[in-house]
């Protein structure tokens, strides 16, 4: 049984950072691509950025290019989040999720290749 547990989620002040760490089970962590998601009250899940198995390879979404790292430890079956310059905007719930494949796919922020997901960790940034 997979299981992916978030954690790290903190009240920030705007301009500040939070790192969130993910651990997944159950799987073969170093064959498969990772995600963040975010949802804020009232709006869709956003994809904000994936890394492919190996960690060779990552992908952002726009809002959060250049602010933000994310990073795998595969021996230790781990997905680090780093953000930085949080503005109210980035409030919402994140969820870590594993794909099926290796690669983040094109239509990676769209959320439909990947299979396994967590519970969430809210990350709330206030002015």
């Known amino acids: 049984q997979v299981q992916v547990e978030e954690s790290g989620g903190d009240l920030v002040q705007a301009g500040g950072s939070v790192r969130l760490s993910c651990t997944a089970s159950g799987l073969t962590f170093d064959g498969v691509a990772m995600g963040w998601f975010r949802q804020a009250p009232g709006k869709d899940r956003q994809g904000v950025p994936c890394?492919?198995?190996?960690?060779?390879?990552?992908y952002y979404t726009d809002s959060v290019k250049g602010r933000s790292i994310l990073s795998r430890a595969n021996a230790k079956s781990k997905l680090y989040l780093q953000m930085s310059s949080l503005s109210p905007e980035d409030t919402a719930t994140y969820y870590c999720?594993?794909?099926?494949?290796?690669?983040?796919?094109?239509?990676?922020?769209?959320?439909?290749?990947?299979?396994?997901w967590g519970q969430g960790t809210q990350v709330t940034v206030y002015p």
């Open positions: 999720a594993a794909a099926k494949y290796e690669a983040c796919s094109d239509s990676w922020h769209s959320g439909g290749q990947f299979f396994d």
């Open positions: 890394i492919n198995y190996s960690g060779g390879r990552t």
